[in-house]
């Protein structure tokens, strides 16, 4: 398979922290996609065109998919037609996977587990970064983050990261990584977006303090940013044939709606989709690395890259964007 041999030349590639680990400013995710209702032969599609435009993350779960593990399989069957020495690779375990006392949260024995049954859905020697998915309440840090650290060493993974952490969580993490001399956190995954601000106040100070990077997921809010539900929920859209009615009812409020037209008029005048200023305003901000898309087509991706033409605000715009989002 040959791919486009300009493929580096227009995306913006940004440093994880302080580490040596460049990713693309956009990064193409599997949640809800790969592996579930879309078919493997326009997965392909999507990768393909993904990595011409100059995306080389690929960002999975061990339970992507329908069933679980899913969509590493499906992505394990494009990658090896990839180079993958050109490809950074993540995964995450924390999610329930099996039955038992061992099949979720995030102890040295199901983190370890997990990711040996990953390396084999994606056919892989290593990954290039693995995250603990979510916090355990029960669990020691100090096992998840020894239990990371273990995983280097084994050179299943180059990279570790964490995800959905808050602030204290986070700092906690780093401060046991720093004292044990362990594998550093890398990446930190959170969700944000125009809609959702939290990690403003509670994360990213901590993050970049510590040289973390920060790759982020749902960009668009779920499809909310994209400008597809300002008239209702379509029948093709993932709102409705995965969803169901009461996220669909929740897409169409009046307040919600007003925001959003409100966010679209700004997009207009910028000669943006409301897709690429959701996406451009997340890459306002140095302290983020990536932006984590999911795509069920081809003309996303290309829509969702076309946000790197504009990342560039004026005062006056980002004042008026915390006037929308920020409101009650």
């Known amino acids: 398979m040959e791919f486009a041999p300009e493929?580096?030349?227009k995306m913006i590639y940004r440093r994880a922290g302080n580490s040596g680990l460049m990713l693309p400013a956009i990064s193409l995710g599997a949640y809800e996609t790969f592996g579930t209702y879309i078919s493997e032969e326009e997965s392909r599609k999507c990768f393909y065109k993904a990595?011409?435009?100059g995306i080389t993350h690929f960002d999975l779960a061990n339970n992507y998919g329908n069933p679980p593990g899913n969509a590493e399989t499906v992505v394990g069957k494009i990658?090896?037609?990839?180079p993958r020495d050109e490809l950074i690779i993540s995964t995450k375990a924390g999610w329930r996977m099996w039955p038992g006392p061992y099949g979720e949260w995030l102890s040295k024995k199901y983190l370890v587990a997990s990711l040996d049954q990953s390396l084999k859905r994606l056919g892989l020697d290593y990954v290039d970064v693995y995250y603990?998915?979510?916090p355990d309440p029960d669990t020691p840090l100090e096992e998840t983050m020894e239990a990371l650290d273990l995983i280097v060493k084994q050179g299943k993974a180059l990279y570790v990261g964490v995800s959905s952490f808050f602030g204290a969580h986070f700092e906690r993490a780093y401060e046991v990584t720093r004292m044990k001399g362990l594998a550093p956190i890398t990446l930190h995954q959170p969700a944000y977006n125009m809609l959702y601000r939290d990690i403003?106040?509670?994360l990213l100070d901590h993050t970049e303090s510590r040289g973390t990077g920060v790759i982020v997921f749902a960009p668009l809010a779920q499809g909310l940013l994209t400008g597809k539900y300002l008239h209702g929920v379509s029948e093709d859209s993932r709102a409705h044939k995965v969803w169901g009615k009461a996220t669909n009812s929740n897409l169409t409020s009046e307040e919600t709606r007003a925001k959003l037209l409100a966010l679209n008029e700004i997009a207009k005048a910028r000669g943006q989709s409301l897709t690429q200023l959701a996406?451009?305003?997340l890459l306002r901000k140095p302290q983020i690395t990536s932006v984590l898309i999911g795509a069920?087509?081809?003309s996303q991706i290309e829509e969702n890259v076309g946000a790197l033409d504009n990342i560039s605000f004026t005062e006056d715009e980002l004042k008026d964007i915390d006037r929308i989002t920020l409101s009650k």
């Not at 990658?79 to 990839?82: E, G, L, V, W």
Request: no cysteine.
């Open 200 to 202: 403003e106040w509670d």
């Open 296 to 298: 069920s087509r081809v």
């Open 279 to 281: 996406i451009a305003w």
């Open 79 to 82: 990658i090896k037609d990839m």
């Open 7 to 9: 493929r580096y030349d």
């Open 51 to 53: 990595f011409d435009l």
């Open 132 to 134: 603990a998915h979510r």
